[in-house]
C-alpha cells in the first residue's frame, strides 16, 4: 500500500526566512497530493493542494512542488510569519479510492522571532 | 453552517467500558472518515463511508465498528475501550471522490483517554 514519509519532523526557522517541508510517497498511482496545517488544540484544515498534473502550484506565501518521476512533492514557505507555527501534514491519495489517502507523520514547524 | 460537528470533545473511560462518537456534517457530503491521530504519526484512518448506509474498513479497523444510518451522521463505537485506542479522534468529510477538488473537511476532534 502506499506509504509517505515527510522531513523534518521539526523545523525552526527566523521570521522572515523560508521553510520547506518535503514529503515522498511509494505508491506511482497517487494523484493528489493535499497539504493540512494544524494549529495547537484545532482541526487540520487543507492550506493548499497539487494533482499530478501539475509540476507548481503557489498561492501568495504558500507553493507546492511536485516530481512524479522521483514521487516526492514539497511546501515552501516564503517570508514567515509568527502564525505560520504549526504542524503541517502532507498527504498522498488517489481520486478513485477514498480509502487510500495516507498522511505523512506531520512537521512542527516554529517561527523564531 | 457549521460544517463538521463532533461530540463529545473530550471523555475519559474505564477499560472496558463502551462508547459511541458522533460526527454530524450539515454540507450535504457524501464521503465521511474517522481518524486518530497520534503523537509522532500523523492522521491514521479507522473508518469511512462512501454513502449513506455504506461503511468501509481504513488503515486502524480493529476494535472500532461504524454506522452511517443517515448521510448526515457517521458513528464510531468503542464496544470494549483498552488503553491503546487514548487518542484524538477526528472526523472528516467531503463530497464524491474522483470529481475534481474534492478536500477533506475536518471536525474540532475528541479526546479520549482510556485508564
Known amino acids: 500500500g502506499e506509504n509517505v514519509e515527510q522531513h523534518p519532523s521539526t523545523l525552526s526557522v527566523q521570521e522572515g526566512d523560508s521553510a520547506v517541508i518535503k514529503c515522498t510517497y511509494s505508491?506511482?498511482?497517487?494523484?493528489?497530493f493535499p497539504w493540512y496545517k494544524q494549529e495547537l488544540g484545532k482541526r487540520p484544515q487543507l492550506i493548499i493542494d497539487?494533482?499530478?498534473?501539475?509540476g507548481e502550484k503557489k498561492d501568495q506565501r504558500i507553493a507546492v512542488t511536485l516530481n512524479k518521476t522521483a514521487k516526492h512533492f514539497s511546501l515552501h514557505i516564503t517570508e514567515t510569519q509568527p502564525e505560520d507555527s504549526a504542524v503541517y501534514f502532507c498527504?498522498?491519495?488517489?481520486?478513485?479510492?477514498?480509502?487510500?489517502?495516507?498522511f505523512g507523520s506531520g512537521t512542527r514547524l516554529s517561527i523564531r522571532p | 453552517n457549521a460544517g463538521v460537528t463532533q461530540t463529545p470533545k473530550f471523555r475519559v473511560l474505564k477499560t472496558g467500558q463502551s462508547m459511541t462518537l458522533l460526527c454530524a456534517q450539515d454540507?450535504?457530503?457524501?464521503?465521511m472518515y474517522w481518524y486518530r491521530q497520534d503523537p509522532g504519526m500523523g492522521l491514521r484512518l479507522i473508518h469511512y463511508?462512501?454513502?449513506?448506509?455504506t461503511t468501509a474498513k481504513g488503515e486502524v479497523p480493529d476494535g472500532y465498528n461504524v454506522s452511517r444510518l443517515k448521510k448526515q451522521n457517521f458513528l464510531l463505537g468503542l464496544e470494549s475501550a483498552a488503553p491503546s485506542q487514548t487518542s484524538v479522534y477526528f472526523c472528516?468529510?467531503?463530497?464524491?471522490w474522483g470529481t475534481g477538488d474534492q478536500p477533506q473537511h475536518f471536525g474540532d476532534g475528541t479526546r479520549l483517554s482510556i485508564l
Open positions: 463511508s462512501v454513502g449513506e448506509g
Open positions: 498527504a498522498a491519495s488517489m481520486y478513485s479510492s477514498a480509502s487510500k489517502i495516507i
Open positions: 454540507m450535504n457530503h457524501e464521503y
Open positions: 497539487i494533482r499530478s498534473n501539475v
Open positions: 472528516a468529510s467531503s463530497s464524491s
Open positions: 505508491d506511482s498511482a497517487s494523484n493528489y
